[in-house]
């Protein structure tokens, strides 16, 4: 009873001299999906892969509420960076999702970011930077994706005397190209695989039919062709067509992606394997945004769920892909 006259009359000073009754310490709010202003930087609109995934995030935030600004790199560096700079100097945008074009000259950005207090998650591809620079990375391993790849290539070219493979590289500094292409190399000496010709075409359909004409011209001693998406190998299968071979049959393509492209090419026979990259990521990229933004601390990277898809299984499973 003592004690509680002697608070009641503490609390009645506390009023007569600050007028009034003491505070509880302010508590954080917490960021909703409506709250949040996201700038994505995007690679640029390369392909079918790229179509999916931006579709994913213009969909996705619509569905949430959150407030995307979107920009088209184009598939120029010089683009991302500025765009990186002018999304730090919006006052408005409080977490840069960036898909970058190539795996190094970040660090400065991200350092500015950081002083400015703005989240940084990665999407798609991986960087060489510092950990402590961004708060995740969700994306696909892609040196598994290689991995699969040169398995799938093993499994096709079982029996062949010879196993000369070409390569068609993506887009040149890109974690997607680098890694594919350590994955790939680091499985395909269990079969004998040898990797005679390696070019970039920058993940496009065209430019994949053009280098594998210019290959084709000089030789047509080639088993198998490993194309580092599913666009360059289409390009690659109408070249061979041309040349008076059967692709998929006479040249084994494998591809990565598995768009309903690739799928529509098993069908008719030209691709042989496609290994899966999911482009569906905005959904746990968003929720990471918000926790991020929220002060969570996050894994560093969250790898992508993906399956590999073979040409007799092709007809039935079209019908359900999403991209
Ligand atoms: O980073 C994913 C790669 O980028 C896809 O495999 C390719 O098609 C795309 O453009």
Redesign the pocket.
Known sequence: MKKLVLLVAVAIVMVSIFGCAPKAPPTPTTLTYKDLTVGFIQ?GS?????AANTASFKETATQLGVNLKFYDAQNKLENQLSAFRNFIADKEVDVIVL?ALETTGWDEVLKEAKDAGKVVVLE??RIDASEDLYATYI??D?AEEGRKGAIEMCKLLEGSEKKNVVELV??VG???AKDRGQGFREKMGECGIQIVKSQTAN?DATEGKTVMEAWLNESTDYQGVFA????MGLGAAQAIKEAGLTPGTDIKIIT??ATAGAFKGMIAGDINVTIE?N?LLASQVFEAALKAANGESLPKWVVSQEGVFYAKDAETILPTRKY
């Open positions: 690679t390369e392909g079918g892969w790229r898909a798609d591809r994306g696909s892609f993506g887009n890109s974690s997607a993940w580092q998406n599913d666009e990565f992606d990259c482009p």
